[in-house]
């Protein structure tokens, strides 16, 4: 059966993901009289972007900029939701299967390229739906003998917390007992995947344990295994990529004046009413809520940051907190590099090389010209 196309678009902030898309849409809507499809749309494939408000902060295109092209996946949760990538690809799944049937083309298009390659390469996700292991069960054969044993080597403390973890994860700040306990479980059980993980991202750690249980294998030996799984090559999609790609020293200068963009766009009053909104959903008159910046919304690059400028308002404060979120941008955009050189180019090289050109993957060098 022949897959169906799409087109992905990733890359870092400030390189023109959205500009190109956009460009792209607009294209194929022109030629919709002179092939089968009916013209395209964007699905956002940025995990910021899903939120409801902050819209300067998280890059997220102005509608007058939009050119009458739908975007998807945008804008429709509640800031302090909770929303993950196995959520995000059912329901894009969903999206691009409506459009299909449309004979609508699916242009996905954001920073989260992990998503992206979640979305391509199917089967690298454990289900929240697995069957959970009994602990007590040491005949199971499913268990290796290795993880029995680190198991059954638990202090008392810890082997209550796998037995019994918490349904939602613990708030760092608030908890931070709880949240250091289970990463102190992980560590003890994954050290491995515990590495990758601060105790304070407790999201994170809670997940992987609960992929141990649900497997009953290390999460790290689980990846492992898919790298070297030829079967989990083949894609969903045929899909044509684009990497969008500056040099560093062309992108930093790009990040540090976008920062500086967003502060004359009014970066700070977005920062504020959030945080105003924030503590009018709090259920004590006289307390502010401490915010969790581990969830939702509150992640996002810029809004912790000003938040501390918000608390104790100076001029030295405001600059402090303009310095750490471009060098906090400037971070972020190397991880992005980083995910799509190490993960998603090695999993498109392996689909290729079972499937010629299954996902043909083209990188566009923006430093001289931004997009």
């Given at each position: 059966?022949?897959?169906?196309?799409?087109?992905?678009?990733?890359g870092t902030t400030g390189v023109g993901k959205s500009k190109l898309a956009i460009e792209l849409a607009v294209h194929l809507d022109r030629l919709s009289?002179?092939?089968?499809?009916?013209?395209?749309?964007?699905?956002?494939?940025?995990?910021?972007?899903?939120?409801?408000?902050?819209?300067?902060?998280?890059?997220?295109?102005?509608?007058?900029?939009?050119?009458?092209?739908?975007?998807?996946?945008?804008?429709?949760?509640?800031?302090?939701?909770?929303?993950?990538?196995?959520?995000?690809?059912?329901?894009?799944?969903?999206?691009?299967?409506?459009?299909?049937?449309?004979?609508?083309?699916?242009?996905?298009?954001?920073?989260?390229?992990?998503?992206?390659?979640?979305?391509?390469?199917?089967?690298?996700?454990?289900?929240?739906?697995?069957?959970?292991?009994?602990?007590?069960?040491?005949?199971?054969?499913?268990?290796?003998?290795?993880?029995?044993?680190?198991?059954?080597?638990?202090?008392?403390?810890?082997?209550?917390?796998?037995?019994?973890?918490?349904?939602?994860?613990?708030?760092?700040?608030?908890?931070?007992?709880?949240?250091?306990?289970?990463?102190?479980?992980?560590?003890?059980?994954?050290?491995?995947?515990?590495?990758?993980?601060?105790?304070?991202?407790?999201?994170?750690?809670?997940?992987?344990?609960?992929?141990?249980?649900?497997?009953?294998?290390?999460?790290?030996?689980?990846?492992?295994?898919?790298?070297?799984?030829?079967?989990?090559?083949?894609?969903?999609?045929?899909?044509?990529?684009?990497?969008?790609?500056?040099?560093?020293?062309?992108?930093?200068?790009?990040?540090?004046?976008?920062?500086?963009?967003?502060?004359?766009?009014?970066?700070?009053?977005?920062?504020?009413?959030?945080?105003?909104?924030?503590?009018?959903?709090?259920?004590?008159?006289?307390?502010?809520?401490?915010?969790?910046?581990?969830?939702?919304?509150?992640?996002?690059?810029?809004?912790?940051?000003?938040?501390?400028?918000?608390?104790?308002?100076?001029?030295?404060?405001?600059?402090?907190?303009?310095?750490?979120?471009?060098?906090?941008?400037?971070?972020?955009?190397?991880?992005?590099?980083?995910?799509?050189?190490?993960?998603?180019?090695?999993?498109?090289?392996?689909?290729?090389?079972?499937?010629?050109?299954?996902?043909?993957?083209?990188?566009?060098?923006?430093?001289?010209?931004?997009?």
């Amino acid at each position: 059966m022949a897959l169906r196309p799409i087109v992905a678009i990733c890359g870092t902030t400030g390189v023109g993901k959205s500009k190109l898309a956009i460009e792209l849409a607009v294209h194929l809507d022109r030629l919709s009289n002179k092939s089968d499809w009916r013209g395209a749309k964007i699905i956002n494939a940025d995990a910021m972007q899903v939120y409801k408000g902050l819209d300067v902060i998280t890059n997220k295109v102005p509608e007058p900029e939009r050119m009458g092209v739908s975007h998807l996946m945008m804008g429709f949760k509640q800031p302090g939701e909770q929303y993950v990538v196995g959520e995000w690809i059912q329901d894009t799944l969903k999206l691009i299967n409506e459009m299909h049937e449309r004979h609508e083309l699916p242009i996905i298009v954001g920073g989260t390229s992990y998503w992206i390659q979640h979305l391509l390469f199917p089967n690298r996700l454990v289900s929240k739906d697995a069957p959970v292991a009994r602990l007590g069960d040491a005949n199971s054969e499913s268990w290796s003998q290795e993880l029995k044993d680190s198991i059954a080597s638990l202090p008392p403390d810890l082997l209550t917390l796998l037995t019994d973890l918490p349904l939602e994860a613990p708030s760092a700040k608030l908890d931070p007992e709880k949240s250091f306990s289970l990463h102190a479980l992980l560590s003890a059980l994954d050290p491995v995947m515990a590495k990758r993980w601060h105790w304070k991202d407790t999201r994170k750690v809670l997940r992987s344990l609960e992929i141990l249980k649900e497997s009953r294998k290390r999460p790290s030996d689980i990846i492992l295994d898919q790298s070297k799984n030829a079967t989990d090559s083949r894609p969903r999609f045929r899909a044509l990529c684009f990497w969008l790609y500056a040099d560093p020293l062309t992108l930093n200068n790009r990040l540090d004046a976008r920062v500086d963009d967003m502060i004359t766009q009014g970066l700070v009053d977005e920062v504020r009413g959030l945080r105003d909104l924030a503590n009018s959903l709090s259920p004590s008159a006289t307390e502010s809520p401490s915010p969790d910046y581990t969830l939702g919304i509150y992640q996002s690059i810029g809004y912790r940051e000003f938040c501390s400028y918000l608390d104790a308002p100076s001029e030295h404060s405001y600059k402090n907190a303009v310095e750490r979120m471009k060098i906090s941008t400037r971070q972020y955009a190397k991880r992005q590099i980083s995910w799509i050189r190490n993960k998603l180019l090695p999993a498109v090289s392996t689909a290729n090389e079972h499937e010629a050109d299954v996902v043909p993957f083209y990188l566009l060098d923006t430093s001289g010209k931004f997009l």
